[in-house]
């Protein structure tokens, strides 16, 4: 196994990103999907570990936000990164277009109530930030709308680490040629079919302004106690191994113990 990588994909408050000066191919020294099969495994076995401990704690919890292009990889980014993880301490959350109930209320409301419950892990695939995405490309709400978000979001995010949820965000970084290849292998392959939409061309056309988006959402809403994470996402072994280690990294800082075990244990005999 290599030793961990000290390397962090982290947006920093008030030091704003270029995505396009961000190369989604990078992937540190690793060279293909085999050099990084230990190290991954080694992260997802942190992270079993730690989930447990955050469980069993019963404390605190973790919410965690992926967002991306279409084909950016959010699906595979769950399989992969939380296979073996306990599923009774964590709940993945997709958020599609909303309801009829959902948009007769604030723009926050059905996320809030998605949060995790102490002890647990939660998955936003997709999120909150789409009210500044989708609504501003597509023109939804007007700008003088979507602009006042970012303050609501922030101060949405810092309620909830007041409430003992640590907040961590992916951006999964994908190139547009990467986009345009993920595409065609959903063509080429009868069994992806289903996952292709005439729609994602349309999307594909407005690549720029949601590109524009993302930097704007990520720069405005990269906090102390919620940051934004800009991986490359190109190779998908190494978006899996950086968001592994990234969580690992975050629970193993919130340092989940174990509650005390009831007095008397040694003395307990299990009667035949």
């Known amino acids: 196994m290599n030793t961990p990588s000290n390397v962090s994909y982290q947006v920093r408050p008030n030091k704003p990103i270029v995505l396009a000066k961000i190369d989604p191919n990078a992937s540190e020294n690793y060279k293909n999907k085999k050099d990084v099969e230990e190290e991954l495994e080694y992260q997802r076995q942190r992270l079993q570990t730690l989930q447990e401990r955050l469980y069993a704690e019963h404390q605190r919890s973790l919410l965690i936000v992926l967002q991306a292009m279409d084909t950016g990889g959010k699906d595979g980014t769950i399989k992969h990164v939380f296979s073996g993880v306990n599923p009774q301490g964590c709940q993945v959350w997709s958020f599609k277009t909303p309801s009829q ?157 174990y509650p005390p075990a009831e007095t008397g244990l040694d003395k307990i005999v299990i009667p035949d």
């Open 101 to 257: 109930e959902e948009l007769s209320h604030d723009f926050l409301w059905r996320y809030h109530h998605r949060v995790p419950q102490q002890g647990m892990i939660s998955i936003f695939n997709r999120s909150h930030y789409e009210d500044v995405l989708i609504v501003r490309v597509k023109q939804l709400v007007p700008q003088e709308v979507w602009e006042k978000r970012y303050q609501v979001i922030n101060e949405f995010e810092h309620m909830l680490t007041l409430n003992k949820i640590k907040i961590i965000k992916f951006f999964l970084h994908i190139s547009k040629d990467e986009q345009k290849r993920r595409l065609e292998s959903r063509l080429q392959n009868p069994n992806k079919h289903w996952k292709f939409s005439h729609n994602d061309l349309k999307e594909r056309l407005l690549w720029d302004d949601y590109q524009a988006a993302f930097e704007d959402a990520i720069n405005y809403c990269s906090t102390a106690h919620a940051p934004w994470y800009v991986v490359p996402a190109n190779k998908k072994w190494y978006r899996n191994l950086v968001i592994a280690r990234t969580i690992a990294d975050t629970l193993e800082s919130m340092n989940p113990q």
